[in-house]
């Protein structure tokens, strides 16, 4: 526990010094133009936390620097770590339990009502499951997870600075959470935290997680969400985009398991199954592969299999850059373009 506490000072220093360098000429970025602040943090944590592993030294000072982020931004933020574990499986087939103690950040800016809209996105990079990954580098310090899901982190960090001077009916709760690779584990220590008045309160969870390798964009409710709720967020979402002539869709239900309108795997499961409404936001192409959504685009030499997840050699600044120009800026500006509408009319301005 001391080390822990000695490795989070050293980390706030450390973290201090980056976020002075990137940040020091404003207190507020809001006269950028929309998507410029994703893009730079989605290029700053990129660059400067590669190898996020749930538990790693990595994920920590990534944890410290977003809420140095949050309280710049007048927020009221903390970190909150969680006990967990996983499997970690070797050559020989057997498994073992890995326990790792994941880091989360929770920022909020209070409404007028007991109403809240919770933002999420993961900040943790693949976290090896077997000696297999590691052979692979799968998780390892070279995967920078730009599209996994810095990108996520970087829309989440522009609609806090978009939002904090805006008041609202809804209080507004940003989750950067830890574990998402390994099992939802932050969302889940997160519910487990919440109580039932507060879930109650929660008129939405919008989950971000991998906006940029994906062909498209794509808005999903959760299967227990109900259709009115789906109405106001997935159906308008969509709406919006159109309005601003951006490329975005709704998974078709090619694949069963995933009916019409809904999505797959990422931090909002642990919310849907807890009946708490849901939004997700990803880029991909359900109409590819086997129709779950893993599959984001065309099976190409550029992205062999159709995907960049969990991939070092895909999943970085210069890959991406080099083989999608233009797609991260483009991408980053379209997110915040559709969501900040969104959620400043769900939230009540």
């Known amino acids: 526990m001391f080390f822990r506490h000695l490795l989070k000072l050293s980390c706030a220093i450390a973290g201090l010094g980056l976020l002075t360098s990137a940040y020091a000429t404003s207190s507020s970025q809001t006269h950028r133009p929309i998507g410029f602040i994703a893009e730079q ?42 006990k ?44 090896p499951m ?27 960090l522009e609609l806090a600075e978009r939002l904090r001077n805006v008041k609202t009916n809804a209080t507004l709760r940003f989750l950067v959470l830890s574990g998402e690779e390994i099992g939802n584990k932050g969302a889940a220590d997160y ?14 969870v919008i989950n971000i997680d991998a906006v940029i390798t994906g062909d498209r964009l794509y808005f999903h409710s959760g299967k227990k969400t109900t259709h009115e709720v789906a109405g106001k967020t997935r159906d308008r979402a969509i709406a919006l985009a159109k309005r601003f002539g951006i490329p975005a869709s709704v998974n078709e239900g090619h694949n069963t398991t995933y009916p019409k309108g809904t999505g797959c795997c990422s931090d909002q ?16 192409n359900w109409n590819t592969g086997r129709g779950d959504g893993y599959q984001q685009t065309s099976d190409t030499g550029k992205f062999p299999g159709g995907s960049s997840w969990h991939k070092p050699q895909y999943d970085n600044l210069k890959y991406l850059d080099e083989h999608l ?11 915040v373009k559709i969501l900040l509408p969104l959620v400043e009319e769900l939230a009540g301005k």
Not at 130 to 144: H, I, K, P
Not at 192 to 199: A, F
Not at 269 to 284: G, H, K, Q, R, T
């Open 41 to 82: 943090e989605l290029r700053h944590i990129s660059t400067y936390y590669p190898g996020r592993m749930a538990g790693s030294p990595a994920e920590l000072m990534t944890a410290d620097y977003i809420n140095q982020r949050f309280k710049q931004m007048g927020y009221q933020s903390d970190l909150r770590d969680f």
């Open 84 to 127: 967990t574990r996983y499997l970690y499986t070797t050559d020989d087939g057997k498994k073992n339990w890995h326990n790792v103690t994941g880091t989360s950040v929770i920022a909020v800016k209070p409404g007028n009502t007991h109403q809240q809209i919770l933002i999420t996105a993961h900040l943790d990079t693949y976290t």
């Open 130 to 156: 077997s000696d297999s990954d590691v052979n692979e580098n799968l998780g390892g310090l070279t995967l920078q997870g730009s599209d996994d899901n810095a990108s996520g982190v970087g829309v989440l």
């Open 191 to 204: 519910i487990s935290r919440m109580s039932s008045e507060e879930k109650r309160n929660t008129q939405l």
């Open 269 to 284: 499961v642990p919310f849907d199954n807890a009946d708490i409404p849901v939004l997700s936001v990803e880029a991909s």
């Open 325 to 335: 120009p233009g797609r991260i800026k483009a991408r980053t500006r379209d997110t």
